[in-house]
């Protein structure tokens, strides 16, 4: 299993700066399975 960080980002009418959101998730590079890190917060 491996950590991956993935950042979005969204504009969001009437505001100049971009929102953006940092998602971490478990993923096994070997099969399809993924799931979303608990508890762990990335910025």
């Known amino acids: 299993m491996q950590l991956k960080q993935t950042v979005t980002v969204s504009h969001v009418p009437g505001y100049s700066d971009p929102a953006p959101k940092t998602?971490?998730?478990?993923?096994?590079?070997?099969?399809?399975?993924?799931?979303?890190a608990d508890g762990e917060k990335g910025e």
């Open 23 to 36: 998602t971490l998730e478990w993923v096994c590079p070997d099969c399809d399975y993924f799931e979303e």
